[in-house]
């Protein structure tokens, strides 16, 4: 028996046709390669925007004790101690252990666009393999410290984004009278390591300002922050 033309229309196939659905591939690899990029933008933003309230608030802190005490920064009380050789009070993660009480919550010394394989981000304060800032130490820190800062030098820098490249005067230093393993750099000599923000980094000032910089803009806030001679000490971590 013929079928009627309805029949027909129903039994007709519905599937793509090959040239069909090359072109429905080529449109989602299109936009695929069109939000991409606008997504990566978007969380690059996102995360500058956290590490500089994460900046705010740690160098509120490293303020706030500097204009409590004459002046007188939080790791330069240290150097005098009579236990400031103890393991640990050398090191970077101890300055801010110090301050703990002002930071508030160890989450802030972690950057969220940190690339560093063995970064964690510190859950508390205490000597916990679970998450504990005197047990993850400088793992948990993605931020250096302008050791030369002063709340009388107001564009000098207190803390700013770890990924400097600090050239031309080499070396650590462990005799400083401010912080021992501090880095020694001259203004001319540093910029900024493609690697967390890409060739911008944020920095906080001693006025109470965060700015992010490029290259050239740090070297000008480097310059800013030497209280004696042309060398400027950052305390930086074992990265």
């Not at 300002?209 to 209280?227: M, N, T």
Request: proline fraction near 3%; glycine fraction near 8%; charged fraction near 20%.
């Amino acid at each position: 028996m013929c079928k009627t033309q309805a029949q027909a229309a129903r039994n007709t196939s519905h599937a793509f046709t090959r040239i069909e659905l090359l072109a429905c591939l080529a449109a989602c690899a299109l936009l695929l390669a069109i939000i991409t990029p606008a997504l990566a933008s978007s969380r690059s933003r996102s995360d500058r925007v956290v590490c500089l309230s994460n900046l705010r608030q740690i160098g509120n802190a490293v303020r706030q004790f500097g204009l409590e005490h004459n002046d007188i920064m939080h790791w330069r009380p240290q150097t005098i101690d009579s236990n400031f050789n103890e393991p640990g009070k050398h090191e970077l993660w101890f300055q801010y252990w110090w301050l703990r009480d002002a930071i508030g919550s160890p989450r802030l010394l972690m950057d969220p666009a940190e690339t560093r394989s063995n970064a964690r981000i510190a859950s508390n304060w205490e000597l916990d393999v679970n998450g504990g800032l005197q047990s993850l130490k400088n793992r948990a820190v993605a931020y250096v410290l302008g050791v030369d800062s002063s709340t009388d030098l107001p564009r000098s820098m207190l803390v700013a984004d770890r990924n400097m490249f600090l050239g031309g005067y080499g070396g650590c230093s462990s005799s400083l009278s401010t912080a021992a393993q501090a880095f020694v750099t001259g203004p001319s000599a540093v910029r900024w390591r493609d690697d967390v923000h890409g060739m911008i980094g944020n920095v906080a000032l001693a006025d109470g300002s965060i700015d992010s910089v490029d290259s050239e803009g740090l070297r000008r806030v480097i310059a800013e922050s030497r209280d004696v001679g042309d060398a400027v000490h950052i305390m930086v971590g074992d990265w």
